[in-house]
């Protein structure tokens, strides 16, 4: 999936833009100051806008202080370059230690900050916990040595997980089944499937004994079968269209502006990261739309926008989880997994019934 290009912030004309926009991006690139106040703030500062008459930039913070201004109580830019590299710096820590667990008090002391406070720091800008990272770290870990055909007892070493017991109670959410599972491509598990036609091309929708697990679309049902046999290659898959027809009504119906919201049971896999994005997704209102940099702000992590863009990217299941809301911070449809055009209808329908619902 596309993602939204950063700006280059070279002239005052582009800067005040970001400054009105409140753009994340801009965020330690440059500073801005307000004359009536005396205070300096980060671009992407929640205060109210200034004039522009009454606005100066300056490429650092000790540019602004020494010109007389002081830091913002609220967006605090002098604290933006610290607490960048203390999280750069913990990262750094856990990617050492990715094969051993490493407990927030003992995260604490390598980067000589208290455990409260780095908590807070490192889910804010990095958007999961020291904890999820760690895990997703480890569950990366246990992916790749069961793709290189490594048994689950090897693999669970390579990963630093203490027991077996421990990592069939915390893997499974990552990788969407059990590592055992997962290293079979699906062998034990039952899929049932159907392909039905819809206004937006071909659909498959397919499902476990706990929920749906796909939901894409395509223009013919051949190709579809063949990436879902791909995707689940040693589970047992069975077409079933009357065990699916209640999911497919669902979609239908959405497709044609009679209904808003699913109420499907999922069964998918994610990292801590990707379930923080999908929730997010979930939220946004029918009819609405956002950025990815909305995404990322709303998570508390301004700058993981290419991480937003490529968690839309990874849905497995279209409409379900409606990334198909998120566009270009300027407007610009963006990518889609499934076709930029049957973005455009998507939203095409959402905006024009949500228009009709209001008139009623």
């Known amino acids: 999936m596309n993602t939204e290009?950063?700006?280059?912030?070279?002239?005052?004309?582009?800067?005040?833009?970001?400054?009105v926009q409140r753009d994340a991006h801009a965020d330690g690139v440059f500073f801005f100051a307000v004359r009536t106040t005396g205070v300096f703030c980060r671009p992407s500062c929640a205060s109210r806008a200034p004039r522009r008459e009454n606005v100066e930039f300056f490429a650092t913070t000790e540019a602004?202080?020494?010109a007389g201004y002081r830091a913002c109580?609220?967006?605090?830019?002098?604290?933006?370059?610290r607490d960048l590299a203390i999280v750069e710096r913990a990262c750094k820590v856990l990617d050492a230690h990715s094969q051993q667990r490493m407990t927030l008090a003992q995260l604490s002391d390598e980067v000589h900050v208290s455990p409260f406070h780095l908590q807070r720091l490192f889910s804010r800008i990095v958007g999961i916990s020291p904890r999820q990272y760690q895990a997703a770290q480890r569950a990366g870990v246990l992916r790749d040595a069961l793709q290189r055909g490594r048994d689950v007892t090897r693999a669970t070493h390579d990963?630093?997980?203490?027991?077996?017991?421990?990592?069939?109670?915390?893997?499974?959410?990552?990788?969407g089944m059990t590592p055992s599972a997962y290293k079979r491509q699906g062998a034990g598990l039952t899929v049932h499937y159907t392909t039905a036609a819809t206004p937006l091309g071909i659909v498959i929708v397919a499902a476990t004994d706990k929920g749906v697990c796909k939901i894409a679309f395509g223009d013919d049902a051949a190709t579809l079968v063949d990436q879902l046999a791909t995707d689940f290659s040693q589970a047992e898959r069975l077409e079933d269209a009357a065990r699916m027809e209640p999911f497919v009504a669902q979609?239908?119906?959405?497709?044609?502006?009679t209904r808003e919201r699913f109420d499907l049971p999922l069964d998918i896999g994610a990292t801590a990261f990707q379930r923080r994005v999908w929730d997010a997704l979930r939220h946004i209102p029918y009819g609405q739309t956002r950025s990815y940099s909305d995404i990322a702000e709303t998570l508390g992590s301004p700058r993981a926008v290419r991480a937003v863009a490529n968690a839309c990217a990874s849905n497995p299941v279209a409409l379900a989880i409606p990334c198909h809301r998120v566009i270009g911070k300027d407007g610009a449809i963006a990518g889609y997994r499934w076709g930029a055009s049957r973005k455009e209808t998507l939203l095409h329908t959402e905006r024009t019934q949500h228009a009709t619902d209001e008139i009623a």
Do not use: N
Not at 73 to 81: A, E, F, G, N, Y
Not at 166 to 172: C, F, G, I, N
Not at 251 to 257: E, T, V
């Open 5 to 19: 290009t950063v700006p280059v912030f070279s002239s005052d004309d582009t800067r005040w833009q970001a400054v």
């Open 64 to 66: 602004a202080e020494t």
């Open 73 to 81: 109580k609220r967006c605090q830019p002098t604290r933006l370059p």
């Open 159 to 175: 990963a630093g997980f203490g027991s077996p017991s421990r990592m069939y109670d915390a893997v499974p959410a990552e990788l």
């Open 251 to 257: 979609i239908r119906a959405y497709l044609h502006g």
